[in-house]
């Protein structure tokens, strides 16, 4: 059974940095690409960052670059997303996404397999 399972999400101050991770179960982690999407209350889900399986290639979406950096590990089956210079406009449910493809890809329904969502709240 696959399980993905976020943690870091919480409340930040504009500016400030949050780290959130991500752990599978049940997958040959390296053989996945591996991404960060979310969901902003009453907006449709979105692409914010993703990382190839040997971590070479990196995507970002625009409204994140700079300011979001992606790591992985693959002894550890986790996967991080390090969030700096929040705004409140990052507030979301962050859902890491596992894709068994070769590219970062920001296509949500490329994705095979999906996380509960860790909400992160960035207070003006």
């Known amino acids: 059974q696959v399980q993905l399972v976020e943690s870091g999400g919480g409340l930040v101050q504009a500016g400030g940095s949050l780290r959130l991770s991500c752990v599978a179960s049940g997958v040959t982690f390296s053989n996945y690409v591996m991404g960060w999407f979310r969901q902003a209350p009453g907006k449709e889900r979105e692409f914010v960052v993703a990382?190839?399986?040997?971590?070479?290639?990196?995507r970002y979406a625009d409204s994140v670059k700079g300011r979001f950096t992606i790591s992985r590990d693959n002894a550890k089956n986790t996967v991080d997303q390090q969030m700096n210079s929040l705004k409140p406009e990052d507030t979301a449910v962050y859902y890491c996404a596992a894709d068994r493809t070769w590219v970062p890809v920001t296509t949500e329904g490329s994705y095979d397999y999906w996380g509960q969502g860790t909400q992160v709240t960035v207070s003006s």
């Open positions: 990382i190839m399986s040997n971590g070479r290639t990196t």
